[in-house]
Structure formats: structure tokens, C-alpha cells
């Protein structure tokens, strides 16, 4: 018989917060607020560098986040980027590096495979020429 045991590690982030370079908080006055309202494709390059080259997507750094096989709320993450730019909306942000507050979700499945049964059918099917299907209550039929 085969068990196989799937684990299934699913990395949500709740909360996500560039830490502004204070070069970059000097260059804007005193009395200027940025208010900055963005949506972007998850999969597309935020950070980059200071020559512009594309650094990380929001994708990248959820799949860099460390985890482990336990589920757990709120964990915290820093990504220093020192000399980085956070690019939403066209506009760029002198970052020194992301706090990210995400959720780690695990889900397990066991599966277990009857290595006869499996064997016989496969015989079966290349003693007949055709391919059957047995689901898990027994029921067969063929693909044609």
C-alpha cells in the first residue's frame, strides 16, 4: 500500500508597511502629505532598485516569508531594501524596507493507495487496450 500525507502551507499577509527612507521624507516638505490610493497585479514588479530594475513583486515577498508547518496568526516579517524604491501608481517611494504582518494557514490529507488493486487494474487496462476508472465507492466505467 502507498500513504501519502499532504501538507498544504497557504501564507496570507494582513498587513503590509513600507518603512520610508528618511532621505526621502527630507526631500518632501514639512506640510506635504502623499495620500496615495493603489491597486496593482500581485505578480508585477513594487520594489526596485535605485537604477531602476525591477527587485520584487508582492507575490515574491509572500512566497520568501518564512513559515513552517504549524498554523499561526500574525506573524511579523522585515525585508531590509536599503537604497529601494516602492513603486505603486507611478510613483516612487525611497524605501528603506517592508514590515509585513501575515497568517499562516496549514492543511493536511492523508491518501491512501491499495498497491494490489492498483496493480491488477493497471494489468487490466493494458491486457484490454482500454483505460477504466474505479471511484471510491467501486463504481467503474470506461472513458469511451
Known sequence: DIHLNFHVVSVEIKGFQPRVSP???RKIGADER???NAGFS?????VFDKSSNASF???DLR???PTSHEAVK???HFFPFENHILRLDKMDIEIDGIDIVYD???ESEKVEINGDALAQAIIKDVASGEPTFVDKKGGVRNTR
Not at 42 to 46: A, H, L, N, Q, R
Open 23 to 25: 532621505e526621502f521624507l
Open 34 to 36: 502623499i495620500e496615495l
Open 42 to 46: 500581485s505578480v508585477d514588479p513594487i
Open 57 to 59: 513583486s508582492y507575490e
Open 63 to 65: 512566497q520568501q516569508l
Open 74 to 76: 500574525s506573524l511579523k
Open 104 to 106: 499562516v494557514d496549514v
